[in-house]
């Protein structure tokens, strides 16, 4: 087949001798050339091949779809090749142009007059009349979730805090995924409190940000925290002693519960779960240290949240009492409560973290 890519727009076919449009098959470089094209007309070859070059108004776009062969959409004009097969396909064998006695002119080339272009992620099939709607009247897919970033449940970035000339926590940064235990561990004075108070909305910082399921939380007061699903224990438990111990853990359970049914019903399953069921109408007052910390974990269980923060809850517990806790707490991370855990007990912590943070005078010093 003759004439390639730097052929011409327009394809010449062998005419007879002296035909001021055709060249001879051993012509050189220097034959006749192509009229060009008035604006809004196309060259047209006749039949039987023989002629001038005839002009027509081109046919209007069709909508894009792979080429004959399943080939990629091409230019302005088919190569040759293209054009013979339709001449052969036309009906009779031959025929005029559009409108003469010979019958109309078959469809034109579906791409003809049409630039390049590439596939459209919402196109529809070949040929189709348009894109493709998802039911519901969306047009074309969604975005991906796998393209998605996934947001951790907490992130702190250079979260800073000073108290005159101490420097309590100096550019801590770290994040908390869903599900996990972290511990946070450091000798005395080290910070570990103060990043609770912080996180938990009781002290203001002076420096950072923090990021609970991915919104900004400093600035909102403890219980809209709290509201939020980031709960949090203290490390020197204070129950108001003359109330019973269903009366204490309903006041976590009301900050939650829309009515004082649903409320008391979370707060005795939360007494059955620490293991309180019993001592429920007990007053706080008459409660063992190990009995008041579990409470102080089923007030914090009440308010049904999504991260606890645990501040030294096992601290004074004997080693049995301790492995209770870590059963409990392991049981409540199976299923789904998040733990940031500030503990002492350093068999405790081991048991329950699945990673650790260290921090010395206010900063970060190991993690792993």
């Known amino acids: 087949m003759r004439g390639g890519p730097g052929a011409g727009a327009l394809a010449a076919r062998e005419g007879p001798d002296g035909h001021p449009g055709g060249r001879g098959r051993r012509r050189g470089a220097g034959g006749g050339r192509l009229p060009r094209e008035a604006p809004g007309l196309r060259a047209e070859r006749r039949p039987d091949g023989a002629g001038r070059n005839l002009l027509r108004v081109p046919d209007p776009p069709s909508a894009p779809g792979p080429g004959p062969g399943g080939g990629a959409v091409g230019g302005d004009h088919p190569a040759p090749h293209h054009r013979r097969e339709r001449d052969r396909r036309r009906p009779g064998g031959g025929g005029s142009p559009a409108g003469g006695p010979g019958g109309a002119l078959p469809p034109r080339h579906p791409h003809r007059g049409l630039r390049r272009r590439t596939a459209h992620p919402v196109r529809g099939p070949a040929?189709?009349?348009g894109p493709l709607h998802a039911p519901?009247?969306?047009?074309?897919?969604?975005?991906?979730?796998?393209?998605?970033?996934?947001?951790?449940?907490?992130?702190?970035?250079?979260?800073?805090?000073?108290?005159?000339?101490?420097?309590?926590?100096?550019?801590?940064?770290?994040?908390?995924?869903?599900?996990?235990?972290?511990?946070?561990?450091g000798p005395n004075g080290a910070g570990k409190t103060t990043v609770f108070h912080i996180l938990s909305g009781f002290l203001p910082p002076d420096a950072g940000s923090v990021r609970f399921r991915g919104a900004p939380i400093l600035g909102f007061p403890p219980h809209t925290i709290a509201r939020r699903g980031m709960v949090r224990t203290f490390?020197?438990?204070?129950?108001?002693?003359?109330?019973?111990?269903?009366?204490?853990?309903?006041?976590?359970?009301?900050?939650?519960a829309a009515s004082l049914r649903e409320a008391r019903g979370a707060a005795e399953a939360v007494l059955d779960r620490v293991g309180l069921w019993e001592r429920r109408g007990?007053?706080?007052r008459t409660l063992t240290l190990a009995d008041r910390?579990?409470?102080?974990?089923?007030?914090?269980?009440?308010?049904?949240?999504?991260?606890?923060?645990?501040?030294?809850v096992m601290a004074g517990l004997t080693p049995r009492e301790m492995e209770r806790f870590v059963t409990l707490l392991r049981a409540l991370n199976a299923e789904g409560v998040s733990l940031l855990l500030v503990e002492h007990v350093m068999r405790a912590v081991l048991a329950l973290s699945r990673r650790i943070l260290v921090l010395h005078y206010g900063e970060k010093i190991a993690e792993g």
């Open 136 to 185: 519901g009247g969306i047009t074309g897919p969604g975005p991906s979730p796998a393209g998605i970033a996934p947001v951790s449940l907490l992130e702190v970035q250079g979260l800073a805090k000073r108290f005159g000339g101490l420097r309590a926590v100096a550019g801590l940064s770290f994040v908390l995924e869903e599900g996990e235990i972290l511990g946070l561990i």
């Open 235 to 256: 490390q020197i438990v204070k129950p108001f002693l003359r109330l019973t111990v269903l009366d204490n853990v309903l006041v976590g359970a009301l900050h939650r």
């Open 282 to 284: 007990a007053e706080a």
């Open 293 to 312: 910390k579990r409470l102080e974990l089923a007030r914090a269980l009440a308010a049904r949240p999504t991260l606890l923060l645990l501040d030294e």
């Open 127 to 129: 040929g189709g009349g």
